[in-house]
């Protein structure tokens, strides 16, 4: 726990301008990230009496170790850079708004040929024009079959659309007049942007011209005794009226607005917003999210409008905004949405009529999303606290580990070994710092020297980081000694008295391994934090190598156990009896987890591989030879094994195949070693080299492990 005044900065030392200001903790990772009219002003306040802060502004400050501060020139430009470090840097001290799910949008694929209508859901593309977003997938294939009979835009998938052109038949949506069919020509490219223009008019809200316009050519329809065209266009206006019917209009005058309410207490707040497009609320989400500083209501609706239009432009930004609060000062905010729409904005709270009816309606929404949240929530916060402590006191940590990592060996009776990295913080999964290894110092069947390798390669990146970001003086404790070979750059050193080998940083650069390392900027890297307790999945050999491998580094304040399958022992290093964790513990269940998504991580990658190699012919390497071509030599011949017996002659008979293609064939081939055949235990027959028994190979195919189905799972480690 650091000392604020360690890292206050000299009086003066702060401009009195407007910024952006970063917290940064002792591994240079940037934790929270904060704006400010005063820069002076403002970062003062975080240097007083801790017992006058809040109890988590007084974690953030005592986390840090360092700030560093960015002068702008206005409170919007200091609002765009909040936000843009925000996205960038993830600091575990801000406010983030977490979606309560994934919520799916009506979308139409504006940029392409022809405009696709589909659900999405995820990251908005560009050139897509969106609707929602909705409570329910069900709710837009409602809508959408409704509309289909007044706007037949296509629905189909890519290949659906390439097939039906090919062929020259439309799908059943295309016959039974729910699709205009531009995969067979009955409708131009232009007519079908049109026709998808004007569904997305109608789904924008500018619905009553296109109705009247509708009523016109129905009553001239009958006029001129048209009886069929004329009922055919009643029951689209009937269908366009039960789609309109399905949102009811809740504001009289048309209005677009979006509509933001915070329902909040100390720790959380829940945040929901309706978006009302023609004065129909076309689609409602909700967020909620930790409290980690003192925060007012004002700002976390800040917040959740650089969350909401950060990456928004254009109509995606209504003229009006609703909230409960203004965030202070309210300009800079205002500006901000004004540029993102290009047009005014106004952000206010209502105060009568049927705006501020409709904003008590959010309201009582996002008072009920907070108590079902907590009502979820509130056992699982308990159980992994006291999961923690339990760890914590059964290995004797001097606190409880936040952030555990997980380490699983996988191969295949010793082929493809593989190993799985898995990381758990406060408890929980997070998947992003998952890294996943190739087994490069030997080969063979070696789980413990396999280990040994894994958590050397792991923190030695570790000790590199540190080394670079100038945690350590050189010199000190003997001095930090690096090996450049081959041409690598230096820096991906070793721990204080540690002499790296050849190959050490060439190692640690293999693509499965991560991302590259980035500069020294604050966003996550591959292996730049430390864990509390490191978990193998094994018993004294495992554990003992994984202790080792830390010892040989020079690393001797992180935590090493392991958790044997067989009695679900905890073994600790150096330690002859293992400790043994009732079964009713929920720390023993934190521990199981965690080796079980390790195992699942492990052996999906093993299996990745293997299945890879099994895919993989000696007519892959060779040049020009593409995937048609192979097909062809494998129909023709009926596997490799009896295309490596054929003469160059006769595999110029296969079509394409000319005899320089023909010799370069032959010459892979008679370079490549067959593998050893494998035997089907259940059965007893050789398995030729492409999958099938020797008796009867006469057709393609993959091959086979040793090994019926339940025997080879039981082979897989």
Sequence with gaps: MADPSSYRPRPGEIPDSPGVYRFRDEHRRVIYVGKAKSLRQRLANYFQDLANLHPRTRTMVTTAASVEWTVVSTEVEALQLEYSWIKEYDPRFNVKYRDDKSYPYLAVTMNEEFPRVQVMRGHKKKGVRYFGPY????????????????????????GVFKNAARTGRPCLLGYIGKCSAPCVERISAEDHQELAEEFCDFM????????????????EAAEDMEYERAARLRDDIGALKKAMEKSAVVLADATDADLIAVAEDELEAAVQIFHVRGGRV????????????EITTGALVEHALQQLYGEESGDAVPKEVLVPALPDPVEPVQQWLTGRRGSGVSLRIPQRGDKKALMETVQRNAQQALVLHKTKRASDLTTRSRALEEIADALDLDSAPLRIECYDISHLQGDDVVASMVVFEDGLARKSEYRRFQIKGFRGQDDVRSMHEVITRRFRRYLAEKERTGEWADGEDGGVTTATTNGETPGHGTAPGHHATPGDAADDLAPTDGPALKDDDGRPKRFAYPPQLVVVDGGQPQVAAAQRALDELGIDDIAVCGLAKRLEEVWLPREDDPVVLPRTSE???????VRDEAHRFAITYQRTKRAKRFRSSPLDEVPGLGETRKQALIKHFGSVKKLRSATIDQICEVPGIGRKTAETVAVAL???????????TA???????????????????????????????????
């Design 670 to 680: 008679a370079r490549a070693t067959p593998a050893a055949p494998a035997v089907n």
């Design 282 to 293: 076309r689609g409602q989400r909700g967020w909620v999210t930790d409290k980690v500083e």
């Design 204 to 219: 924008a809200g500018r619905t009553g011209t296109y109705l009247r316009r509708l009523e016109r050519k129905m009553g």
């Design 587 to 593: 720390g023993l269940y934190l521990l199981q987890r």
């Design 683 to 717: 059965t007893g027959e050789i398995m030729d080299e492409d999958g099938a028994p020797e008796t009867t190979a006469d057709a393609p195919g993959e091959p086979v492990s040793a090994g019926t189905p339940d025997e080879r799972r039981g082979q897989e480690r």
């Design 135 to 158: 409570g329910h997938a069900w709710a837009i294939r409602d809508t959408v079959d409704l509309l289909l009979r007044v706007f037949p835009v296509r629905t189909c998938s890519a």
